[in-house]
């Protein structure tokens, strides 16, 4: 019986120093550990909201504003490179025809801020040409 007496008192003080544990750890938190995750939920979501659109960075018409500057630039491109040739130019053909313009379309942000437009290779100029990127300057600066 003395040896029951022992384990139950040995399971009394592991219990006790385990609940000291705990209360000392939930002091040390501030004694809530939930503020921590909710902190780490808000910066999360800052996170998500800090990534920008096209419509955030070139406003409602952005659509017709990238068709416009991209053919422009291909253009110019063009006329300083006659080696390169632009599908949407040669074949007198709207950018659309090539590529999607819409929110779904692959894009950068540049250090000033400006979206720089990705097309894979292959898509609106020969492959051998390789990626093309075009900056896009912001309407709002």
């Known amino acids: 019986m003395k040896k029951n007496h022992n384990q139950v008192l040995v399971a009394l003080m592991l219990l006790f120093g385990m609940l000291l544990l705990a209360a000392c750890t939930a002091e040390a938190t501030g004694g809530d550990p939930a503020p921590a995750a909710e902190e780490q939920t808000e910066q999360t979501g800052q996170a998500e909201q800090a990534e920008p659109t096209l419509e955030d960075l070139l406003g409602e ?27 949407p130019i040669e074949d007198s053909a709207p950018l659309t025809d090539y590529v999607a313009i819409d929110e779904t379309t692959a894009f950068e942000v540049d250090e000033e801020g400006n979206p720089v437009i990705l097309f894979p290779a292959g898509t609106v100029t020969d492959e051998a040409n390789g990626e093309q990127s075009f900056r896009i300057p912001k309407l709002y600066q």
Request: charge should be negative; hydrophobic fraction near 25%; glycine fraction near 4%.
């Open 61 to 87: 018409d952005y659509v017709s504003y990238l068709t416009e500057t991209i053919t422009m630039q291909m253009g110019n491109r063009m006329e300083k490179d006659p080696e390169v040739r632009y599908y």
